[in-house]
């Protein structure tokens, strides 16, 4: 079992910067994929982002490529989301969650946060 504890939402204005931090307990030793996705109200939970164990693969959705940054310290058990130059559209509760693969799809995660609101005002 794999714990995931979101934090770092919160109320920005449109143009403005959070970073979310998704902190990983349990069975942190296993190499999992981590990906953030996001649901707003009334919405399906929609892909974010996603980083490999190693770092080295990472994979975005159109509508946040060249705005959104995905990383991760695994000393630390650590997966970040920057997010730059926020959009209202942008609001929306944003989850963590692991997988054993590189994906976009929720079916292949295994393990979720119970999410963190971020709110973009206009």
């Known amino acids: 079992q794999v714990q995931l504890v979101e934090s770092g939402g919160g109320l920005v204005q449109a143009g403005g910067s959070l970073r979310l931090s998704c902190a990983a307990s349990?069975?942190?030793?296993?190499?999992?994929?981590m990906g953030w996705f996001r649901q707003a109200p009334g919405r399906e939970r929609d892909f974010v982002a996603a980083?490999?164990?190693?770092?080295?693969?990472?994979i975005y959705a159109d509508s946040v490529k060249g705005r959104f940054t995905i990383s991760r310290d695994n000393a630390k058990h650590t997966v970040y989301l920057q997010m730059n130059n926020l959009k209202p559209e942008d609001t929306a509760v944003y989850y963590c969650?692991?997988?054993?693969?590189?994906?976009?799809?929720?079916?292949?995660?295994?393990?979720w946060g119970q999410g963190t609101q971020v709110t973009v005002s206009s």
């Open positions: 980083i490999s164990w190693s770092g080295s693969t990472t």
């Open positions: 349990g069975r942190t030793s296993d190499k999992y994929t």
């Open positions: 969650a692991a997988s054993s693969a590189v994906a976009k799809y929720t079916s292949a995660y295994l393990y």
